[in-house]
């Protein structure tokens, strides 16, 4: 029993590092110039940056086709929604983006909607 302890404390350890990493590399990723890290962007003011998609979601909002992704640098996560649009060309989980717009809130969260955006390579 006691061995079935340490091997699940070590690889949540593991995987915690893992994930710690990953935040580092994405970081190093999209730290630029022109972008604000999404954990230190101001709300309601225009803003550019730049991250990965991590999710991809068709969710209507009021009865309106809206496609929704949630857009991570290793500072934050910020939800990034389309409305009126069910999917756009090249944007799916794992593609690096960069996106201007004003920052609001909706039930809690931090969103971005209908911004300019631009897919990198």
Known sequence: MGDNKSRL?????????????????????HSGADEVSIAD?????FVSLRGTIKTVTLRPRGGVPALEAELE???????IVWLGRR????????????????????????????????LMA
């Open 73 to 79: 640098d290793g500072t934050g996560v910020i939800t």
């Open 9 to 29: 404390r070590r690889n949540l350890s593991r995987w915690a590092d893992s994930g710690e990493a990953h935040a580092r590399d994405l970081r190093a990723t």
């Open 41 to 45: 962007a101001p709300d309601r003011e």
């Open 87 to 118: 999917r756009i060309a090249g944007i799916g989980p794992g593609r690096a983006m960069r996106v201007e717009g004003r920052i609001g809130t909706a039930t809690g969260h931090r969103v971005l909607f209908n911004p300019r955006y631009e």
